[in-house]
């Protein structure tokens, strides 16, 4: 693992101090700090239990890591990985840090994320070509000294800025033109929205075992609108007795907000004092298209229900497989499939199997099962996979991992439900403000994607 890119603000560095004084942890050298941001992330040593990394009681539910330097503790440090690189900032935090603001009070992190997001949008197209992402990472630097002059990120579209200097235009003389704003849209307005759910899950069928799930979603915008400071307001509805969003982040061009919108945490227990709506986002758009907020949900069921098998009788496996689309949810998929791979094992050498529903096919390295449910469940809303496998001599070439050994396996599900969302949320498109002259055209649509859909053998060990 290495340094690919990494930039400092000086600037930044002696504000922290100022606000800090004596409590001030320095940020050490570019090694220094890859090597204890590394550690946090179990990227290294993670063979080894370390009780203020480790521990059940420190259990991380966000990108902000507390990283540990010779120094002491540098936070909130943001970090996540994407595509094989890890993107990181440390925001400034505009107040003392004894004791720790909570994190929704901390302005610099939605900044922070919406830059490296920015970042993660230009090079993540170049991520199959080495030469055209080693001539981004190249020019990363110089993009970001005009995305974020002396540590303010003025704009978060990394791939709207010029990669030489000697191209930079001359910045608008619209005084109320925002940063954001690199450029004026001249045409029909137009307005784009799609809101995008992602749902992760963990399914064990035990008794003594609580499965889990998490939805969180993102509000996507383009806004070809003209003028230098065009006014948009988007409300997000939701039906009666929906889930209500929370820990919701909203982008740097959202100009006001109910400060109760935005202090809705997951982690506190929901009740009859929860904000509940209206979610009204007034905000003056980017040139580009950009994510306008993100939010979470706890929402009662999974979209799916499934119950996984896996027994050894003598040289052979015997498994089952039952998926129960709950009734609630819209049945009409773009794909729905279950993956049911095999490790620590050879080649799938037989295999007798029958389903009700669907096909079954076998992938071309012979330790992947892939269950193609397609398009729609059937009326029962039930589908049943049971089969033998016996396999071959395993060889290098063949599929290891260090958590599903012996019997503890698992079914990931890949499907995506257009025009739906688990919790129901839409814009509606009436609602939509927009004060510039002309009628605007206005496109909305919402999805559901699955995203880590686990449901692990209830005859074995799985992680918790």
Request: glycine share 6%; hydrophobic share 35%.
């Amino acid at each position: 693992m290495r340094k690919v890119e990494s930039i400092r603000y000086p600037t930044v560095e002696i504000r922290a101090e100022t606000f800090n004084g004596s409590t001030h942890v320095p940020v050490p050298s570019d090694s220094a700090f890859l090597k204890a941001l590394l550690f946090e992330l179990r990227l290294i040593d993670d063979h080894i239990f370390v009780e203020h990394r480790d521990t059940c009681t420190r259990i991380n539910h966000s990108s902000v890591y507390s990283v540990r330097t010779e120094g002491g503790d540098l936070w909130p440090v943001l970090a996540f990985q994407k595509s094989g690189l890890i993107y990181a900032c440390l925001p400034l935090v505009e107040e003392t840090l004894e004791p720790r603001p909570p994190l929704l009070t901390v302005s610099g992190l939605s900044q922070g994320l919406a830059l490296l997001l920015g970042i993660v949008d230009y090079i993540s197209p170049s991520r199959k070509n080495e030469a055209e992402m080693s001539a981004k990472i190249g020019q990363l630097r110089n993009l970001l000294i005009q995305a974020c002059p002396l540590g303010t990120p003025l704009n978060t579209n990394i791939r709207s800025l010029n990669s030489s200097f000697d191209d930079i235009q001359e910045m608008p003389t619209d005084e109320n033109q925002p940063a954001w704003r690199s450029n004026t849209y001249k045409g029909k307005p137009q307005v784009n929205v799609c809101i995008t759910e992602k749902v992760k899950c963990m399914q064990y069928d035990k008794r003594d075992v609580v499965d889990m799930w998490q939805v969180y979603g993102a509000v996507n915008c383009k806004c070809d609108i003209e003028g230098s400071a065009p006014s948009v307001t988007l409300s997000l509805n939701l039906p009666t007795n929906g889930p209500p969003l929370q820990d919701i982040v909203v982008h740097h061009c959202v100009t006001s907000v109910d400060p109760a919108m935005l202090m809705s945490s997951s982690a506190e227990p929901l009740d009859d004092s929860v904000y509940n709506g209206p979610y009204k986002f007034p905000f003056i758009p980017p040139s580009d298209s950009f994510n306008l907020c993100y939010y979470t949900s706890q929402v009662p069921v999974p979209p799916i229900l499934g119950c996984y098998q896996f027994i050894e009788e003598g040289s052979q496996l015997k498994i089952t497989v039952n998926l129960k689309l709950h009734e609630s949810i819209k049945n009409s998929f773009e794909y729905c499939e279950a993956r049911i791979p095999f490790f620590n094992r050879g080649p799938i050498a037989q295999l007798e199997y029958k389903v009700s529903y669907g096909q079954l096919d076998l992938s071309r390295e012979k330790s992947l099962l892939v269950w193609v449910i397609g398009q729609k469940f059937p009326k029962s809303l039930e589908v049943s996979l049971t089969g033998t496998v016996s396999f071959g001599t395993a060889g290098k070439e063949h599929p290891t991992d260090y958590v599903c050994t012996g019997n503890t396996a698992y079914v990931k599900l890949y499907f995506r439900i257009p025009d739906f969302t688990l919790t129901g949320c839409y814009v509606d498109q009436h609602s939509i403000q927009i004060f510039v002259p002309g009628k605007p055209k206005i496109t909305a649509s919402r999805e559901l994607i699955s995203s880590d859909y686990y449901i692990w053998n209830s005859k074995a060990p799985a992680p918790m």
